[in-house]
C-alpha cells in the first residue's frame, strides 16, 4: 500500500524518519555555527560561552521535532487534498511543500530509500540501548547516596559558611562516601554534596573549602538538571558526532564557569589549582548523573587558574571557514530537496482502474453510479487508511474508469442497495483493467414482535448505500411492507419470548420463498416466524425490469414488554 494510503502511524513514522535524517546536515550546521561563535568569544567570560553552547544543543534538540511536525502537517494537508482528488495528474498542487515530499516519498534512489525505511528502526534500537546507559547512572547515584554516611558537624558547618558565601539560599545536604574518589553534586530539589574521606584528610582547609565552593556553584547554578537534559538529548540523538562535541563543550564551559565562581569567592587561584591537581591523582569512575569537581580537561583549568593569557584577538579563519561550510551545506541540503521534491515519488505516480460492469443477467450494464474507496478490511493487521474516495458512471458499454488514483488496494461498489463491493488493486503509474459482475449481498432485516397490537419494528441492518433511481437498468431489493399482526395469544398465554431467524431468499414476486428456520429459541416461536415471514413484502430486485431473486434473512425477537 502506498505512503498516501498508510495509516495514521505511518504517516507519523516517515515524517519522523526524514526528520532524523534533515537532523544529519542541520545539527551539523548549528555545530559549525557554535564553532565559530565560540572562536569569536575566545575571550568572552565563561558563561557566555556555556550558554552559547547549551543555546546551540537546544536548537539541535528542537530542530528534528519541528522538521517532523512540518512534514506531518504537510503530509496530512496533500492527504486531505488527494482523498478530495484536487491534485491534478501531472504534478502538484502549488501549495505542496519540499518537506511534504521527502515525508511520503520513497525515494526511487536505493540507498536512500534504504536509509529512510530503516532510520527509525535502527533510531528505536539505538534510544533503548543508550536509554539503558541512563538507568544505570541513575542507580549508580542512587546507590552512592545509599552508602554514604552523615558528615561530621565541622563538615556540615563549612558547607553552610561557604553556601552563604557562593549565594546558594537552599539547604544542600552533605555526606561521607567512601565509593568515591572526589566531589560530587548529586540531585537538583534536593541538592547533596558527596565528599569522600579521601578528599577530607588530603586537603588542606583552605583547599577543601575552595572545592566545596566548587559543587555549590553547580547547585547555584543548577548544573545537575541541565547534565540531565544533556544526557537525554544524547540520548535521543545518539547518532550524530556534532551532538557528543556541543555536549562535551557544554561540559567543559560548566567546569569553567564554577572555576570563576569560586576564584572570585575565595580569592585563591593558586590553591584552588593544587586542589583540583590532588583530586586528579585521586579520581576515578563517577557516574555522568553527578557533577565533579575535578572533572573536565584539568590541564587546561589549572593553566588558565595559575597563568591567564592576555586578551588577543581571535582568529577569523575559523569563523570564515565555518560560515563557508554552512552556506554550502545549506545551499546543497536546499538544491537536494528542491531536486527531490521537483520529482514525481511514487505515492503520486498514480494510476487508473477501468473496466467493464456487467449486470447480473450479463450483460453491460448502462448508466450505474459507481464509487471506488480504499476502505479495504484488512483485518487487525492493520489500522484504517487514510480516506479515499472517488466517483463515476458506466457508459453507454457499460464501461467505467477512474483517473489519477494513487497505487493502493481499492474496493469498487456499485451504487444500488444491497450490492457486493469489487476488490481492485491499483498500481503505481499504470493502469489496471478489472471487469465487475454486479451481485447482490444477503437482504438482512430485523423485526421485533410486541404484544397489545403493536406494529412490528424493523431494522435494516445494512441498509442500502444510496437511494436508488427509477431509472437504474440494475435495481436492488427495498422492504416495502409490515403487516399489523398482534403477537400470538398462545405465545403470550405461555409467556414466550425469544429469538428467530428465518433464511430464504426475496422472489421474483416480492414474497419469501424457499424460508426455512435456522435458529429458533422454541418451536412455538419458529411456527409464528414462519407465518409472519409469508405476509412481508418487499420489492423484489430487478435488472432492466426484469425480476431476479435475491437471497434474504429475517430475524425476528419476540418481546413481551420493551426492556
Known amino acids: 500500500m502506498g505512503p498516501l494510503l498508510w495509516p495514521e502511524f505511518g504517516a507519523v513514522s516517515v515524517a519522523v524518519s526524514a ?25 568572552s567570560p565563561a558563561r557566555v560561552r556555556y550558554a552559547a553552547a547549551c543555546g546551540a544543543l537546544a536548537v539541535m534538540a528542537l530542530l528534528p521535532i519541528v522538521t517532523a511536525v512540518l512534514l506531518y502537517v504537510q503530509d496530512a494537508a496533500v492527504a486531505f487534498t488527494t482523498a478530495h482528488s484536487t491534485i491534478t495528474s501531472t504534478g502538484l498542487t502549488p501549495g505542496f511543500g519540499v518537506g511534504a ?39 549508580h547515584t542512587h546507590a552512592l547516596r545509599r552508602s554514604a554516611g552523615a558528615a561530621e558537624d565541622a563538615i556540615v558547618s ?47 582547609p583552605q583547599q577543601l573549602e575552595a572545592v566545596i565552593a566548587h559543587e555549590l556553584a553547580h547547585v547555584r547554578r543548577h548544573d545537575y538538571l541541565v547534565n540531565v537534559a544533556q544526557m537525554v538529548i ?46 586528579a591523582r585521586m579520581r576515578a569512575i563517577t ?39 554552512a552556506c554550502v551545506t545549506t545551499t546543497f541540503g536546499h538544491a537536494w530537496m528542491r531536486a527531490e521534491s521537483q520529482q514525481v515519488p511514487p ?14 443477467l450479463g450483460e ?81 432485516t430485523g423485526l421485533m414482535m410486541l404484544p397489545g397490537g403493536r406494529p412490528p419494528t424493523a431494522s435494516i441492518l445494512f441498509p442500502p448505500r444510496n437511494r436508488q433511481s427509477e431509472t437504474l437498468s440494475v435495481r436492488g431489493p427495498e422492504h416495502v411492507n409490515l403487516w399489523n399482526r398482534p403477537y ?36 412455538e416461536l419458529a411456527t409464528a416466524a414462519l407465518a409472519a415471514i409469508e405476509q412481508e413484502r418487499w420489492e423484489p430486485a430487478r435488472v432492466r425490469g426484469v425480476a431476479i431473486e435475491v437471497p434474504l434473512r429475517v430475524t425476528l425477537e419476540y418481546r413481551l414488554s420493551l426492556r
Open 19 to 43: 526528520a532524523l535524517i534533515h537532523a544529519l546536515w542541520q545539527d551539523a550546521i548549528v555545530a559549525l555555527l557554535l564553532w565559530a561563535t565560540l572562536a569569536a568569544l575566545h575571550n
Open 234 to 279: 544524547e540520548t535521543l540523538l545518539f547518532y550524530h558526532p556534532a551532538v557528543w562535541w556541543v555536549s562535551r563543550r557544554i561540559r567543559f564551559e560548566r567546569e569553567l564557569c564554577c572555576d570563576d565562581i569560586v576564584v572570585a569567592t575565595c580569592a585563591d587561584p593558586v590553591g584552588y589549582a593544587c586542589a583540583l591537581t590532588q583530586l
Open 488 to 523: 400470538p395469544d398462545a405465545l403470550q398465554r405461555t409467556r414466550r419470548e425469544g429469538v428467530v431467524v428465518v433464511d430464504g431468499e426475496i422472489g421474483t414476486d416480492g414474497k419469501a420463498t424457499h424460508i426455512r428456520v435456522t435458529t429458533a429459541d422454541h418451536v
Open 287 to 325: 557516574p555522568r548523573l553527578a557533577l565533579r569537581g575535578a572533572g573536565g580537561p584539568l590541564v587546561q583549568r589549572v593553566q588558565r587558574l595559575l597563568a591567564p593569557v592576555a586578551p588577543v584577538t581571535a582568529s577569523r579563519v575559523p569563523i570564515a571557514v565555518a560560515c563557508a561550510v
Open 364 to 444: 453491460p450494464a448502462v448508466g450505474v453510479p459507481l464509487t471506488l474507496d480504499n476502505n479495504v478490511d484488512a483485518g487487525d493487521s492493520e489500522p484504517l487508511a487514510t480516506p479515499v474516495l472517488l466517483e463515476t458512471r458506466t457508459d453507454a458499454n457499460g464501461r467505467y474508469r477512474f483517473d489519477n488514483v494513487p497505487r493502493g488496494s481499492y474496493v469498487v461498489t456499485p451504487s444500488i442497495a444491497w450490492a457486493r463491493s469489487s476488490p481492485v488493486t491499483v498500481p503505481s503509474g499504470s493502469a489496471v483493467d478489472t471487469d465487475i459482475r454486479i451481485t447482490f449481498d444477503t437482504v438482512v
Open 101 to 139: 515530499a521527502w515525508a511520503i516519498r520513497v525515494s526511487s534512489s536505493p540507498w536512500t530509500a534504504a536509509l529512510q525505511t530503516w532510520a527509525l528502526p535502527l533510531w528505536s534500537a539505538g534510544v533503548v540501548l543508550f536509554s539503558l546507559r541512563l538507568v544505570a547512572s541513575a542507580a
Open 158 to 204: 563549612m558547607v553552610v559558611r561557604m553556601a552563604d558565601r557562593v549565594g546558594v539560599h537552599r539547604r544542600v545536604r552533605v555526606f561521607v562516601c567512601p565509593l568515591i574518589s572526589g566531589p560530587a553534586t548529586i540531585g537538583w530539589l534536593r541538592p547533596a554534596i558527596l565528599v569522600p574521606p579521601a578528599t577530607l584528610l588530603g586537603l588542606t
Open 347 to 360: 505515492a503520486f505516480a498514480r494510476g487508473s482502474a477501468t473496466g467493464i460492469v456487467y449486470d447480473p
